[in-house]
């Protein structure tokens, strides 16, 4: 499985992104698919994982209410609905896929990882 993350860009405080991640061959529901995030000089971050039917989510509390991830698995994509950026959202942020058991946020679980996105947010 090969994933891209496109979307990423540079917003003020307050705004809103949409982030999407592209995953090559049949995926559907194979994969537990999240969004992580590194921020400089910081370690990769949990964000938010959605479990192979879609019908659940864990999101990590800086971003909850904030942040919402969907997929569409018809075409093997998934999304991230950014609002309310704050600047400690900048980050890159990466979409990666695991074929453990639901649920997981643990970095270590996922096998596929796209190269990721930028996010800068203004003050």
């Known amino acids: 499985v090969q994933l891209q993350a496109f979307g990423g860009g540079l917003v003020q405080a307050g705004g809103s992104l949409r982030l999407s991640c592209s995953a090559s061959?049949?995926?559907?529901?194979?994969?537990?698919m999240a969004w992580f995030r590194q921020a400089p000089g910081k370690e990769r971050e949990f964000v938010v994982a959605i479990s192979r039917g879609g019908d659940n989510t864990r999101t990590s509390d800086s971003v909850k209410g904030r942040f919402t991830i969907s997929r569409v698995n018809a075409q093997n994509t998934v999304n991230l609905q950014l609002n309310s950026l704050k600047p400690e959202d900048t980050a890159i942020y990466y979409c990666?896929?695991?074929?453990?058991?639901?649920?997981?946020?643990?970095?270590?679980?996922?096998?596929?990882w796209g190269r990721g996105t930028q996010v800068t947010v203004s003050s």
């Open positions: 990666a896929a695991s074929r453990s058991s639901w649920p997981t946020t643990a970095s270590a679980d996922f096998e596929f």
């Open positions: 061959g049949r995926t559907d529901n194979t994969f537990i």
